[in-house]
């Protein structure tokens, strides 16, 4: 397993030579306050919740060593329920009662965006978001470090693909007019161009849409045999099982890394069987006999009594990245030390099944699309791009 640290001295070095500990917020002898706003009660909490269990299983075994270089890690959630006042409720809270030193896990395109206004000012970092916006690397991009792939490469790559194997011409969108749903929009749109198909349609919706007859008949007149899909996760499945009882079984479906969850894909009755999506990681349930996927599911099921669903994965890595920078920062942690080591990192990530590889002008930590369906209840993996 390649698993390894640039430049490691000379991060060492720059935590040694950076300013006081007084100046950096969020950081004691004893404590460094890393917070989250996160979405545990709206149309993204089957993402949110499972994701803060994750991050907190692997923080609560940090702790229990000592914590990173002496200090405990105090991880500060605050629920948005996907709606932007709360959002920035959150944030303002976290950045001026927590004293926050780093953000982790943020969940929402727009909800992301806004809050930059208020972390960009103070340099705060903001890590690993819930979110595969293209603009989650905007300028200034300095304190900005995303995981995996964009949502646009996704749903370029899963149109390609679904084209490539159906024969699929026509293709279409069903979106929030959000951030979030634009940027679907605009790579399905590159799939198009780059694959020679037609564009046919789009239909528009509000987060608490769930009718989606008359959308779908709209899309089925205009011969729509591709259609992505950038709504909550509750739509999607909703959208998937209306096609089906409306007969339109010559359509597929694709959503991103925003649909690519356990429960899509365990809904009973198999009502989202042939169900797409691309992410930048691979399933956990099917790589549950892996040594660090299985040591994952052990672990989880020992602490929550439960099994742990697809994005608990993504937190306990995101938990473990965090993690790794802190420690390479060194005991003398500033927000200059902490950006230099997250650029320094270069490691395979088993859990998640990706690569992840940052630098000074690289904070995307991997690229690589993975086009799963689903399968009886799981999902299959049966196209990836590096």
């Given at each position: 397993?390649?698993?390894?640290?640039?430049?490691?001295?000379?991060?060492?070095?720059?935590?040694?030579?950076?300013?006081?500990?007084?100046?950096?917020?969020?950081?004691?002898?004893t404590?460094?306050?890393?917070?989250?706003?996160n979405?545990?009660s709206?149309?993204?909490?089957?993402?949110?919740v499972?994701?803060?269990?994750?991050?907190?299983?692997?923080?609560?075994?940090?702790?229990?060593?000592?914590?990173?270089?002496?200090?405990?890690?105090?991880?500060?959630?605050?629920?948005?329920?996907?709606?932007?006042?709360?959002?920035?409720?959150?944030?303002?809270?976290?950045?001026?009662?927590?004293?926050?030193?780093?953000?982790?896990?943020?969940?929402?395109?727009?909800m992301?965006?806004?809050?930059?206004?208020?972390?960009?000012?103070k340099?705060?970092?903001?890590v690993?978001?819930?979110?595969?916006?293209?603009?989650?690397?905007?300028?200034?991009?300095?304190?900005?470090?995303?995981?995996?792939?964009?949502?646009?490469?996704?749903a370029?790559?899963?149109?390609?693909?679904?084209?490539?194997?159906?024969?699929?011409?026509?293709?279409?969108?069903m979106?929030?007019p959000?951030?979030?749903?634009?940027?679907?929009?605009?790579?399905?749109?590159?799939?198009?161009?780059e694959?020679?198909?037609?564009?046919?349609?789009?239909?528009?919706?509000?987060?608490?849409?769930?009718?989606?007859?008359?959308?779908?008949?709209?899309?089925?007149?205009?011969?729509?045999?591709?259609?992505?899909?950038?709504?909550?996760?509750?739509?999607?499945?909703?959208?998937?099982?209306?096609?089906?009882k409306?007969?339109l079984?010559?359509?597929?479906?694709?959503?991103?890394?925003?649909?690519?969850?356990?429960?899509?894909?365990q809904?009973?009755?198999?009502?989202?069987?042939?169900?797409?999506?691309?992410?930048?990681?691979?399933?956990?349930?099917?790589?549950?006999?892996?040594?660090?996927?299985?040591?994952?599911?052990?672990?989880?099921?020992?602490?929550?009594?439960?099994?742990?669903?697809?994005?608990?994965m993504?937190?306990?890595?995101?938990a473990?990245?965090?993690?790794?920078a802190?420690e390479?920062?060194?005991?003398?942690?500033?927000h200059?030390?902490?950006?230099?080591?997250?650029?320094?990192?270069?490691?395979?990530?088993?859990?998640?099944?990706?690569?992840?590889?940052?630098?000074?002008?690289?904070?995307?930590g991997?690229?690589a699309?993975?086009?799963?369906v689903?399968?009886?209840?799981?999902?299959?993996?049966?196209?990836?791009?590096?």
């Amino acid at each position: 397993m390649k698993h390894f640290i640039r430049n490691a001295a000379a991060v060492g070095l720059l935590g040694l030579a950076a300013p006081g500990l007084a100046q950096t917020q969020g950081v004691s002898d004893t404590e460094v306050v890393i917070g989250s706003v996160n979405d545990l009660s709206g149309i993204f909490a089957a993402v949110g919740v499972p994701a803060t269990k994750g991050a907190n299983l692997f923080f609560d075994k940090i702790n229990a060593g000592g914590g990173v270089h002496g200090r405990q890690i105090r991880y500060v959630v605050e629920d948005n329920g996907y709606q932007m006042p709360r959002a920035m409720q959150g944030y303002n809270k976290l950045l001026n009662r927590d004293k926050v030193f780093a953000m982790l896990q943020s969940l929402g395109t727009p909800m992301n965006l806004a809050g930059f206004k208020l972390l960009d000012p103070k340099g705060i970092p903001n890590v690993a978001p819930l979110t595969a916006a293209r603009q989650m690397l905007q300028e200034p991009m300095r304190n900005k470090f995303t995981s995996f792939s964009t949502y646009f490469d996704q749903a370029r790559v899963g149109v390609t693909y679904l084209a490539g194997e159906f024969g699929g011409t026509e293709v279409c969108t069903m979106y929030l007019p959000t951030d979030f749903g634009t940027e679907i929009l605009e790579g399905t749109k590159a799939g198009v161009e780059e694959a020679g198909l037609t564009f046919a349609a789009e239909t528009t919706h509000k987060p608490d849409e769930t009718d989606f007859v008359g959308s779908l008949g709209k899309l089925n007149e205009a011969g729509c045999d591709i259609v992505t899909i950038a709504l909550g996760v509750r739509q999607a499945i909703t959208v998937v099982g209306t096609a089906k009882k409306m007969g339109l079984t010559d359509m597929k479906f694709l959503g991103t890394s925003a649909s690519f969850l356990t429960v899509v894909a365990q809904v009973p009755g198999g009502v989202t069987d042939g169900f797409y999506a691309a992410a930048s990681w691979q399933d956990l349930w099917a790589r549950a006999d892996e040594p660090a996927p299985k040591a994952f599911i052990e672990e989880y099921r020992a602490a929550h009594g439960e099994d742990p669903a697809g994005f608990a994965m993504l937190g306990y890595s995101a938990a473990k990245m965090m993690v790794m920078a802190l420690e390479a920062a060194g005991p003398d942690l500033t927000h200059d030390s902490f950006i230099a080591a997250m650029e320094s990192l270069d490691y395979t990530d088993d859990l998640v099944g990706n690569d992840i590889d940052y630098g000074p002008d690289d904070h995307q930590g991997a690229d690589a699309v993975y086009v799963s369906v689903v399968e009886n209840g799981g999902w299959k993996k049966v196209h990836e791009t590096q």
